[in-house]
């Protein structure tokens, strides 16, 4: 079946720091993907997401690109900020099917 | 924004007493999903619905079950709850892409502990 691994948390880096938190995917066939982020008693919230191998979503300073010879989405920032701490969760899914998310990862930004 | 809210918010029930969790959403999108929430495991899916009264299985569906006789409001049940369905529980509705994929988005979710 499909999955979704995700690096293991907690992560905590300083403020201004570069972020990279990794995601594979294991699939038959070529799946959308995903980064959802829920910030501390929120629900989730989408965050990039791409659909095509070499797609790279962005969005509030954040970025990751499909590779498809590697099966991963990795999420990337230049500069993180306090207020990027939060779990992020790496996904995926096919067309019309559920999404698969992997464990998440808790990423905390000490100023 | 995806008009998604959730009912209670918070709730604490005691074993073997059934318990409704709705979601409603003011969008008119066919498809809605429950998920729960755990440590260790990211959110699995429970049921989805595809349409008024047209409903299907998750990977976690054992114990839940759920209802829609409207397209606005889609309703899980534990029928008799024990302790391992103490979770947080997120509805979601799909959004058809216009030039891209469809995309899940989630309602703020219901935490619900069973003593």
């Known amino acids: 079946g499909n999955s979704v691994t995700q690096m293991e948390g907690p992560v905590t880096l300083s403020e201004e720091a570069f972020l990279t938190i990794n995601c594979t995917y294991t699939a038959t066939g070529y799946p959308s993907l995903f980064w959802y982020v829920q910030y501390p008693g929120e629900g989730l919230q989408l965050l990039l997401k791409a659909t095509k191998a070499d797609d790279k979503g962005s969005n509030k300073g954040f970025e990751a690109t499909y590779r498809k010879e590697t099966t991963s989405f990795h999420l990337e920032k230049g500069s993180v900020q306090v207020s990027d701490s939060a779990v992020y969760f790496c996904?995926?899914?096919?067309?019309?099917?559920?999404?698969?998310f992997g464990t998440g990862t808790r990423l905390t930004i000490i100023p | 924004d995806a008009g998604i809210t959730q009912s209670p918010r918070h709730k604490v029930t005691e074993t073997g007493t059934p318990v409704t969790l709705r979601c409603h959403q003011t969008e008119n999108h066919r498809y809605m999903y429950w998920y729960r929430q755990d440590p260790g495991h990211g959110l699995r899916l429970i049921h989805y619905?595809?349409?008024?009264?047209?409903?299907d299985k998750g990977e976690v569906s054992d114990g839940y079950s759920v209802s829609r006789s409207k397209t606005e409001d889609f309703l899980l049940t534990l029928e008799s709850a024990t302790s391992s369905q103490t979770s947080v529980y997120f509805c979601?509705?799909?959004?058809?892409?216009?030039?891209?994929?469809?995309?899940?988005?989630f309602g703020p979710g219901t935490r619900l502990t069973v003593l």
């Open positions: 996904a995926l899914s096919f067309g019309n099917e559920k999404l698969t």
């Open positions: 619905s595809y349409g008024v009264k047209d409903t």
């Open positions: 979601a509705i799909r959004k058809r892409g216009v030039t891209s994929t469809d995309t899940q988005y």
